[in-house]
């Protein structure tokens, strides 16, 4: 009886194994605005943070500090006729963003809104082909390789040079980065983005669930 | 079908083959260990010996994988990872193409991410509690030699001029290495002489109780430093030696010993050189000859201000002599046979031969008495000390120690005199030979929250001194028969014996200390003259000696505290065994204590002291000094007390996060009945009778500032002295007052990367003595740069360029020292290579001016300095 019990237990607590939890934040900084050469605005280069969860083969990050859209009232001296001209810079950001990959079901789904426009997309999670150089950098106590990859967004194609720890088994990384063989700490393209990954907690019972994003808007599936 | 065909056809078979053999793949399932398939397990293929990934992938819901293009009959080194199950690292011979390998099973390790994340957590500095801890390999940059190169790269620790270790801006209290105290205070035997590869790892202990002390219910406040050694370095015998030499025969041979094993301890350092070099320096030398118990007391940040009298000849040279030779030896063993019994045993041994060459002109206030001579000097200095410690600590409330110091301190020394006034051309030996034993039996013990400490001791001392005088003329007015020789010889014995106890009572807020102590000491004192028998001293006084005395500590509120003591003493003398004189006086302290946080404190403390008369003072007859002074006593008797009334400011505050100290102390201490002198001017000589007198004040100010700008350190510090006093000039009551005034500034770079290293600094002082109206001023300016830096990997280069201006009233003196050193030092090999050059545009002996004055007269004095060298030497390390 005693033995059936201990087995039972002990089948019980099996799964408690697959429950890890890893939480951190992503820090994203940009200093350059894509496209033209016209200088990124003070309150452009806010960092953005953003809250990563990683659960049971699914991963979610999420936008925390949002700004939303600001109005800013610009008061500026012109010398030659000695007068104050006051202008007026309207900077648009992004007031919600969620990404949240399903790595069993094979989806990349994503939701953000911006100026009063709300954006869902759901898609295949993109596949990197990553060449890893093996130059070593430590992040954070993590010893961690360098990889570098292609990103094709559609409309352009960014560098993407990030560094990972085969030591932490989880293929994932911000945004849509994954697939190296270890966890991306940092992740950057030029001045374009730059995200490093921040208070690295792990715990090994929490269970929590990753939920789809709820919406009442028809769905758009994008195709590959 | 021909055979040349089927020949071409079977070698495009056997290329098509061979082209395949190259496309070697391999393939592989994954479970966990019960045989359930592991999707999306991490598969990482690497060559064996190193780090680079070659390939990667991930097992599909199969729990297959697959590898391709690797090469066949190579070493691979697999790499099978999933979250939740502990890591595989497999070696791989791909033999044939196409090879499945074996059923690969992850166990189960719920643990295996924990232990990554804390390996990766375990950070530079860990703080836990009053422990923190360096991990000592972030710390390097490369260029580290030797344990101080080590410290002063940690944040907080650094080695100051001295080259004592400071944390948070305050010296530490113990430097302990692996848990023990080797070295005492003198920090710097451990920091230059432990190799930085040495070190595992460091730790700062905040709060601190040595072992020969019992735990209090109070922090302590004392800081300790472990230095934890790799185990590489331990049950071996390590070191190094080093000689280094000239075609002028100057040279240095070094080497120090060390070897630390689970029980024992031991360290050994030898040094010997013409060079000027110090194995020893005067903060050291009073630690070793002061108690052990005053070292380890809570420190407030206060300053000692020493007389110079007090000091060995071999300390106060410096490079101050024609010649220099000097042999140093050092000996320090812990054994700790139980966990509870420690012995430990340390000893110095110093030999010194020096040669001087003085020209002096002495001067008296309000007289024409003027003394101009040549000195040519020649002095032997054998020093030794050996202290023997044993503690048994029964258990944690009680303590057990017994202490033997025996100190051997032998000066002979032979001056060749020239007087240009009076043309007197005198010899003068002195020979002077001290013995000192102590010893201190202790118990401590804790009593529920008090403390009990009872002391027994037991101190003799034995100076024998003999002195001969040779000259051309008279003089001293003596009576001479053929020759004008004088010789004398003396001796002075000390000897105490005594106990004390001590009651500490510690009640809910406030601390009582009760404490009472009784002694006997003999004092013995004669000298004669074999040339001059009419001359000759003698006095004994045998004196009982009682205290009593009651302390008393509050806190005021939580940051402050107050502290009041007052004692009791009664003195019975027994003069020549007949007289009888008796002291009975009372003293007092009181201190204010207010502790702002951890890293800042203020103090303000007056006491008032009586203490009685040193009965060497007491001089029946006269003794003679030299061919031109003599020493009486005009009216001190062995019972004169002397009272003194001091106040004093300690200030300490050192701000983490700009990495900034601050300390200040300010004292002012005045007395209404001092010791003193009555000068009593003769035709040729001079005769210094002590008396007492009626003012005599003593203010000092000490700021010392330290900053880290940026990758700069930089330093302040600015000290002032007064001094006023009242004496004699031949029964007339005169003023005496001086100024000492001294500021400096210390740049030093502290950039991680880079070639070069910078130290610039300027220190400048200014003195001036007033006797009776007339001044006489001196000072001196000294500017300093140091670079040092490193290339082509193994070399290192150091330049250093001293600019001293030495300024009297009458003359000055410039002195450029430049002393440039290279190094070569190979991690791979024990050898080390190196040129020292110092002091290289003095390559004759130069000179130098220094100004010493006194109560009535004023002194100046050119001293001839060592030569510079350029010296290659070795160094091996093992």
Redesign the interface.
Known sequence: MKKVVLIILFFISMP???S?TLRGIYINQTLEGVGDDSKLSETSKIPKVYEYVFHD?KSSQKLINSRGTTVDTLIQKYEKYDILVESTIKTVGISKSTIIKD?KANTYLRNFESDGTETYTQQPIPLYEWT?T?E?KMI???NC?KATTNMNTGRRTFNVEAWFC??????DGPISLNG???FIFEASSGKIFNFKFKN?T?S?TEKTIIEPIKTVVKLEVLKN | MNYKSVFYIFIFWLFYHTALFAQIKIQGTVVDDTNRVIE?????IKEVNS???LQ?T?SNNNGVFQLQNLKKSTNYLL?I????LK?LEKRVEVQQENMILPVITLS?N??A??E??L?????AIKISGDTTKYNVDYFKNGTENNLKDLLNNIPGIKTNSKGKIVVNGQEINELLIDGENLYKKQHQLATENLASDAVKSIELYKNHTSFDQLKTNHPSGATALNILLKDSYKNKIKGSIQAESNSRDRKQISSNLYSFTKKNKFSLIQNSNNLGKKGIGDDDYFSITEGDDEQLKTRESGVVYANSTDLPQFLKIGENAVKLNTNFFNLANIYSPTKKTKVSFFSIFNNSDVTQKIVTQQSFTDSKLTFTEKINSFEKNNFGVANLKLVHKRNENTLFKLENRLIHDAIQGNNDINNLESENSINQNNESNKILFKSNFSLLKKIKNDFLTVNTFFNTNNLSTAGQIFSNQSFLNLNFEDDFVFKQNGNNRYQKSGYDATYNLNLKKVSIDLKADYAIHKHNFKTLSTTNPEYFNSFKNTSEQASQEIGLTYPVFTKARLLFRLNNNQILHTINDNEKLSNNFIGYSTSFKLKFNSNSTLELSNSFNNSVTNQENIIPDYIIKDYRSILENENLKPNTLFPSNKFNINFFKFNVSKNTALILNASHTYSNKALSSNLIYKNNYTISQFTTSPKDKLTTVMLFFDRKIKTFHVDFNINFTSVEKEFFINSILSKYSSNYFSNSVNLKSNFKHSPIHLKIGCNYSFSDFTNNGLKNKQYTLQNYIGLNGMFKKDFYWNLAATNTIFKLDSSERRMLQISPNIRYSSKNSNWEFYCNAHNILNINNAEILTNSNNIGFNTETIVSTLAGYINIGAKYKF
């Open positions: 408690t194994s697959f890890q083969n790595f890893i093996n070593t954070n106590g993590f390789k085969e030591d932490v088994p989880i293929n190296l063989p270890g690295f792990f090994e | 999306n397990a991490n598969i990482i780090d680079a990934i990667f991930k790499k990872s999933h979250l939740g890591t189960r719920a643990q991410l924990n990554i994340i390996e990766a957590k375990k950070s």
